[in-house]
């Protein structure tokens, strides 16, 4: 009878033989393979964090790759209505403590009165500053933004660069959550917050 250790082991094997196999599998095959194709990018990514000495995420290496293929980002931050931020930001949240990432939420609060250019100023402001892994949900009078992997300092900066290029009678408030250093009582605390900031304005 074959033994757990010995399973383990056999297991171990075949993992190591399949894994020296992908450099010269064929690359069609790996693209129609996810799981190949995941286990190639970690063995990437692994090389990258030992030479580089930081950690570096799927997302980054297929926009510096992008770059690379093509000289510049194909794509732009995604602009979704509003209505998917609630179920973008439970994904969000799900992958942040499961890979103990950061993210960045921000909630623009525009003035009501402001015109539709102004309002399309504002959108192009932001999506010049923000990647193609970065989200867009756009409301009447509320634009927010869901930036992964962005810590506090990261956020600061970026929002000094989208302030300069907007007027001051376009938004009338910016609140934003760093999860998890801003710390909330639970899990769910995100989604309360992103909901009490988007709460119908005052009349």
Do not use: N
């Amino acid at each position: 009878m074959t033994s757990v250790t010995e399973s383990v082991k056999y297991v171990r094997a075949k993992d190591e033989e399949s894994d020296s196999a992908l450099s010269s599998m064929p690359t069609e095959k790996l693209c129609k393979t996810p799981p190949l194709a995941g286990r190639l990018a970690r063995r990437v990514l692994s090389q990258l964090e030992s030479e580089s000495g930081r950690r570096w995420t799927l997302e980054e290496l297929r926009d510096v790759l992008e770059v690379a293929a093509h000289g510049q980002a194909q794509s732009s931050a995604k602009i979704l209505e509003g209505r998917y931020l609630r179920r973008r930001l439970s994904e969000q949240v799900a992958l942040s403590e499961k890979y103990r990432d950061h993210f960045s939420l921000v909630v623009l609060t525009l003035h009501q009165t402001i015109e539709s250019a102004s309002y399309s100023h504002v959108v192009d402001a932001l999506g010049e500053e923000l990647r193609a892994s970065d989200m867009l949900f756009l409301y009447k009078s509320r634009i927010a933004a869901i930036l992964p992997r962005v810590r506090r300092a990261a956020l600061e900066t970026l929002l000094e660069r989208v302030e300069s290029k907007l007027a001051e009678a376009a938004v009338k408030d910016i609140a934003t959550l760093v999860h998890p250093e801003d710390q909330l009582p639970d899990r769910h605390g995100v989604l309360d917050w992103a909901e009490d900031q988007l709460r119908d304005l005052p009349a």
